[in-house]
């Protein structure tokens, strides 16, 4: 019999209590609250401490050039071992690596807020992207195992890509709101909800069977550091230059390690990543088209941020709470995108949302110095939220069909893993593009200024400042509407799976399902 018929089964006849195997369907909700809720506390700290960078600058003495830190440290953690805490779901147990992970998130956001010295404080976000990269994965393959494929499957993508898609602007407003009272409790945060997670997991979370094989530690060795000095050397292009020779020697060097990891998979007998994972068209678009919005998504935080703050002249609470609409919106959106995947082919969805995305940034590339929250942002802010909810659910779905069940921790590790290395290229990319346009935009505006014959007024350097910052967010939001375009592309000639199929996870109607 099918794992999906069982799975039906068990919905339709639940087990007597005290049944040898309970594989947790019968708490459905309870278990996608609970794998929800852990997912978005690993996603909301990417970017919830942003906001509070310059209190923990001030309490614990960074210096500028080593505050950046503070979110690379968590970065490249959890990008570079997103493929090890997969496979590490799927040797030694999903739910059991699930809560390894979650346990050591919690207990590092305690570290963090208790931190009294620049080194506590990297070590402890070291320490979260550990567990972040152990948690994550293995959330995402807890779906696949635990619900059955189909709608019930459908809405808890649904709900899980909408906590990923939300999780970012959730961190700015919840950064907003705690940075008022202290910028510790935006650690402390997770400390209860990850402990909550741990005492409720064991009981509405079924555990998966053990797979054969054993760990690949050249394999995780080369792509983990490969990982590191890539995303590393990207990161660094954002805050020096792509001729810097520290960002070209780390991404030269990320490079030959990530294509011997590719030499060594290709040998191995018990592979890190599968190569039959990429081998599927399906599976390749979305981890590509992923890579490409996430590069977007990031970078459309990080611009429009310091665009409201610096300005618009917002409060670090106001900011936060600037984003509010983008997490209704992408709630929504993702939601109507699993209403639609029944009876809509993933490309229509996830292509149409593509196109409004770039349409979205398109509009915020109109950005002016007096422009103003309502008329100038919050149209574009919404258009944007719905697009990618529409984007993200067919997406993660889509990236994950088909796979088989051993392979399933491992393949949702690849999808993390390209918006990871897609945040940290398109903001390089991006922050290259701005500074460039910025600096000649001011350089421009402060000759015409001294050939006027008279001293420029601090207000006058002031507003030129302002345009110079403007246009390049222009010149940025300009090229990451190409970037989603060109995702709308590869979505709609590439993508080409049937809603049917999918709904069968990813196996052709009336085939036999493993």
């Known amino acids: 019999m099918s794992h999906d018929s069982a799975a039906t089964q068990e919905l339709a006849a639940p087990e007597p209590d005290g049944a040898e195997h309970d594989h947790g369907h019968r708490h459905l909700g309870l278990a996608l609250a609970l794998i929800s809720a852990a997912q978005l506390m690993v996603v909301l700290d990417g970017t919830i401490v942003n906001i509070a960078?310059?209190?923990?600058?001030?309490?614990?003495?960074?210096?500028p050039s080593n505050l950046s830190w503070v979110v690379n440290a968590y970065t490249l953690a959890f990008g570079g071992l997103l493929l090890l805490g997969g496979r590490a779901g799927d040797l030694l147990g999903r739910r059991k690596m699930f809560m390894v992970g979650v346990g050591l998130f919690a207990l590092a956001s305690l570290f963090g807020g208790i931190a009294q010295s620049e080194g506590q404080m990297l070590a402890a976000r070291v320490l979260q992207g550990v567990g972040a990269a152990i948690a994550s994965p293995t959330a995402l393959a807890l779906i696949t195992t635990t619900f059955p494929a189909g709608q019930a499957r459908n809405r808890a993508f649904g709900v899980y890509a909408a906590m990923s898609g939300a999780g970012a602007a959730v961190g700015l407003i919840l950064g907003g709101v705690l940075t008022e009272y202290s910028w510790r409790w935006t650690f402390f945060i997770n400390v209860p909800i990850g402990l909550l997670v741990l005492f409720l997991a064991p009981r509405f979370l079924g555990e998966s069977e053990r797979e054969s094989g054993g760990f690949d530690i050249p394999g995780a060795i080369t792509a983990?550091?490969?990982?590191?000095?890539?995303?590393?050397?990207?990161?660094?292009?954002a805050s020096t230059s792509w001729s810097n020779p520290t960002t070209i020697t780390t991404i030269t060097v990320?490079?030959?390690?990530?294509?011997?990891?590719?030499?060594?998979?290709?040998?191995?007998t018990h592979p890190l990543l599968p190569f039959r994972i990429l081998a599927n068209r399906t599976r390749a678009v979305s981890f590509v088209v992923m890579l490409i919005v996430g590069a977007a998504m990031f970078a459309m935080f990080y611009f429009l941020g310091l665009f409201i703050q610096q300005v618009l002249g917002y409060s670090s609470l106001k900011a936060g709470l600037a984003f509010l609409p983008f997490s209704f919106g992408i709630v929504f959106g993702a939601q109507l995108a699993s209403a639609l995947l029944s009876r809509v082919d993933p490309r229509w969805i996830s292509g149409a949302g593509a196109v409004l995305a770039a349409g979205a940034m398109l509009g915020l590339n109109q950005l002016q110095v007096d422009s103003t929250y309502v008329t100038g942002l919050l149209p574009w802010i919404i258009?944007?939220?719905?697009?990618l909810g529409l984007v993200f659910v067919p997406l993660t779905l889509t990236a994950v069909s088909g796979v088989a069940r051993e392979d399933s921790g491992v393949g949702s590790a690849v999808l993390n893993t390209m918006q990871q290395v897609g945040g940290a290229l398109g903001l390089a990319t991006l922050s290259t593009v701005a500074v460039s346009a910025a600096t000649e935009k001011g350089n421009s505006l402060a000759a015409a200024l001294a050939g006027s014959g008279t001293k420029p007024t601090a207000d006058q350097l002031h507003q030129v400042a302002l345009a110079a910052q403007t246009h390049g967010a222009q010149q940025a939001f300009l090229v990451a509407a190409g970037m989603v375009l060109a995702g709308a592309v590869v979505i709609l000639f590439g993508l080409n799976i049937k809603h049917e199929t999918l709904a069968a996870d990813g196996v052709a109607p009336g085939a036999h399902i493993g």
């Open 53 to 63: 960078l310059p209190h923990i600058q001030t309490d614990l003495d960074f210096t």
């Open 224 to 237: 983990t550091t490969g990982l590191v000095s890539l995303v590393y050397g990207l990161t660094h292009a």
């Open 254 to 268: 990320g490079l030959v390690l990530i294509a011997t990891f590719l030499v060594i998979e290709s040998r191995t």
């Open 383 to 387: 258009l944007l939220s719905l697009g």
